[in-house]
């Protein structure tokens, strides 16, 4: 086995690290591993920089490129940031030149253009700023044309049949709404640009230029909204976003003899430790001091890039922590949320973890989700979900909490399908997430207060004011008069959205533009709605109301403040209120050829139908290469570590007992016969696993969908019933994998 390194503590350069061979398997080299970690001795502590210094360090932000700009030029790159207006190509040459300049100060010789394929990861084309001479020197070089624009292979990258494999081009342009940034390594620093990625035809690639657009389709229907309700000043719209990073930590000795770990990201074996989670005794408890040191490790580098961490704490599973962000604009918000992964997983390793971020490592314990907090605002109206401080402000955040609802009721569907993937799937419905139906969680106050809009009878709402229909005044309504509730999967939460079924390991841009995309339509309804009774002589109040009757008429089906947990919530859902119950991803990614959402994302802009259909293809192809990826890990570490342990100590066994009865001592034999049991049934379902994979004769995406997910999983899941019990009767010192016990409590 290749060498591991292994040093916690303080990040450290690599030729300072001690590499530590894990040469050992089997039980051998997990006690190897164990005496690795407990002899783990911290690094001397450094004297950390302030705030100030550190703060967004590494980025090429408004105040450097105040600093570095010509007045002119710095002018109207600020109004391409702040109003997303396209940037003037004349001064690209300029951008680019101080842009090079302040890299190259900060040890940078390459840059790279930095995208987001519809993988959920991050991508990067790395080239030098290098510039060979007629006389045989080089100087350094950076033109606008080559900051704007770079050209990956636009067919290796998932594409969903959009490009062919011989139709290799594509290109990546600067997203100037997302400042450049530098990352540094041991060995340098490369400049990073923040890019958009679409093929050589013009169709997206990627998850940031449908966000963009998402955001550009609510602008426009949200400034309509505004200025009907009498604002005479609307400045561009935005919504914003603050994602709460859920993640688990294993030692890296344990990980590396965890083929399914290395692989898959979770662990398709393992019987449940005696203690789990269910003293609580782990969430927001005492971080441990060396998590503690990576955890410091990890807000220093995301300061230094402008990424406003704010909190850390101990979540509920044993080994399981959370980071959250500020909030911040969507697309700067997302770009974040992709570095805050990626530096998670590499500060991890210099500090001895694997970072997971799968959403149900382990089984029997909470996984990990990706809260994302939702709202929507400008720089004149403020925050358009808060309710406010005046009636004013009252009426214009119910007119958008409105639209928000009409928009989960027509679209909730489509909002399962961005949160759906083969990993998200263990966890959905489980304890430590929301179920598979989509539905609004208001509040005690706020739902009282749309009930009485629904009737036509409005008296009063929950402790605060009077509300009349036709009295021009708005109670108000405070933040908090209603009970937070985690079992719902859209919460309001005082003043924005909480979207908690989003993965842990899911990019939140794909949650962002469904979010975005179905505000938009729900504003542009509520815009037509408003203008037709005005123009037919309503009072603007009256108007609003009769909206707002309106939707909730249609659409508070939707609304539901109960247990999400509960079989009673389950049934009336479905056959009382006819929401869809999506439990899995072959049941979910469907819905994005529907009709009803393909015209929505082609009348708002945000998607065209050849688009859309990628994307289906691409997450049905990730969804079914995760399926087939487990299923193949399972045939192999059973058959190459899990029998053959199961054999040798049954070996073992029935020589002791025969050398035993020999000497005249008998013992009972049930343990023995139990282990055979259970061997031979593991076999049985592992062949018949195997078989199933060799199934490739399908009828359609959807066909083979189905069938990862009712014959493969399940038969996965059988062999695993099989293997963790044979791990409760088989000796400690045979077993060949780090049990749970030690990866979930030994740090």
């Not at 292979?153 to 594509?170: C, K, L, Q, V």
């Not at 382990?362 to 989700?369: D, L, P, V, Y």
């Not at 009970?483 to 939460?493: E, L, M, V, Y």
């Not at 189905?706 to 014959?711: I, K, Q």
Request: glycine share 8%.
């Amino acid at each position: 086995m290749s060498a591991i390194y292994f040093h916690v503590g303080r990040s450290v350069p690599s030729d300072k690290l001690v590499p530590k061979k894990v040469i050992m398997s089997g039980n051998a080299g997990r006690i190897q591993a164990i005496n690795q970690i407990i002899h783990w001795e911290p690094l001397p502590p450094k004297t950390p920089a302030s705030l100030e210094e550190m703060w967004a360090e590494n980025v090429f932000n408004l105040p450097k490129m105040k600093a570095t700009l010509p007045k002119a030029v710095f002018k109207s790159s600020k109004k391409t940031i702040v109003t997303g207006e396209k940037l003037d190509l004349s001064i690209a040459d300029a951008v680019a030149n101080a842009m090079k300049d302040w890299a190259i100060s900060k040890g940078a010789l390459y840059y790279a253009h930095v995208f987001y394929p519809m993988t959920n990861l991050t991508a990067e084309k790395h080239d030098g700023f290098i510039a060979p001479q007629g006389d045989g020197t080089v100087i350094s070089e950076f033109s606008g044309k080559l900051l704007f624009q770079g050209e990956p292979d636009g067919s290796s990258f998932p594409n969903g049949g959009i490009r062919g494999t011989f139709e290799a081009r594509g290109y990546t342009a600067w997203d100037v709404t997302s400042p450049a940034y530098i990352i540094d390594t041991d060995n340098g620093a490369t400049l990073c640009i923040p890019t958009v990625f679409v093929s050589w035809t013009g169709e997206a690639l990627d998850k940031k230029v449908p966000l963009l657009r998402s955001i550009a389709a609510m602008d426009k229907a949200a400034h309509k909204v505004l200025t009907l309700l009498g604002n005479t000043e609307v400045s561009h719209v935005n919504s914003s976003c603050g994602a709460e990073q859920e993640y688990f930590l294993v030692d890296a000795n344990f990980a590396s003899l965890r083929p399914d770990l290395l692989l898959a990201g979770r662990t398709l074996f393992g019987k449940a430790p005696a203690k789990g989670q269910e003293f609580d005794d782990h969430y927001f408890g005492a971080i441990p001091e060396r998590v503690q040191v990576f955890m410091q490790d990890v807000e220093e580098i995301l300061y230094k890039l402008g990424i406003p961490a704010k909190t850390r704490h101990n979540e509920v599973a044993p080994g399981q922590f959370e980071i959250a962000p500020y909030f911040e604009a969507a697309n700067v918000a997302s770009d974040h949320q992709q570095m805050i992964m990626t530096v998670l997983r590499h500060t991890a390793k210099k500090h001895g973890f694997v970072c997971l971020l799968h959403e149900k490592p382990f089984a029997g314990i909470n996984g990990s989700g990706k809260h994302v907090n939702w709202s929507v605002s400008n720089a004149t109206q403020g925050n358009l979900l808060d309710p406010g401080d005046s009636p004013h402000d009252n009426t214009q955040f119910l007119v958008f909490c409105g639209a928000v609802i009409r928009g989960v009721h027509k679209y909730g569907p489509l909002m399962r399908a961005a949160i759906a993937t083969a990993s998200n799937d263990h966890r959905l419905g489980a304890n430590e997430a929301p179920p598979a139906i989509m539905s609004v969680y208001l509040g005690t106050q706020l739902e009282e207060v749309f009930d009485q809009i629904k009737t036509g009878s409005i008296s009063d709402s929950k402790k605060k004011g009077l509300m009349d229909l036709g009295v021009d005044v708005l109670p108000y309504l405070t933040k908090d008069a209603g009970d937070r509730n985690r079992t719902s999967p859209f919460a309001f939460t005082g003043n924005r959205f909480e979207f908690r079924a989003v993965g842990s390991s899911q990019s939140v841009a794909g949650p962002l533009i469904v979010l975005n995309t179905m505000l938009a339509d729900s504003l542009t309804w509520v815009g037509n709605r408003l203008e037709a009774e005005l123009t037919g002589g309503a009072e603007l109040n009256t108007a609003i109301l009769t909206v707002l009757k309106e939707i909730m008429e249609q659409h508070d089906v939707v609304v539901f403040g109960g247990n999400g947990y509960s079989e009673e919530w389950h049934k009336m859902a479905v056959e009382e209120r006819g929401l869809a119950n999506l439990p899995t991803t072959a049941d979910a990614l469907p819905i994005l050829q529907e009709e009803y959402i393909r015209d929505l994302f082609q009348k708002t802009g945000v998607l065209t139908p050849i688009e859309l259909e990628s994307r289906f293809q691409v997450y049905a192809e990730q969804y079914i290469l995760s399926i087939e990826v487990e299923s193949k890990l399972v045939v192999d570490m059973t058959k190459t570590k899990i029998y053959p342990a199961a054999v040798e100590y049954l070996s073992k066994l029935s020589s002791t007992i025969s050398s035993l009865e020999n000497l005249g001592v008998s013992l009972e034999k049930g343990t023995a016969q139990k282990i055979a049991e259970l061997t031979n049934a593991m076999v049985a379902k592992v062949t018949q696993l195997s078989e199933a994979l060799e199934k490739h004769d399908f009828s359609s995406t959807h066909a083979h969908m189905g069938y990862c997910a009712s014959t493969l999983r399940p038969l996965m899941d059988d062999v695993r019933e099989y293997a963790d019990a044979l791990e409760g009767e088989i000796a400690d010192e045979f077993w060949p994998l780090p049990t749970y016990q030690e990866m979930l409590f030994i740090k």
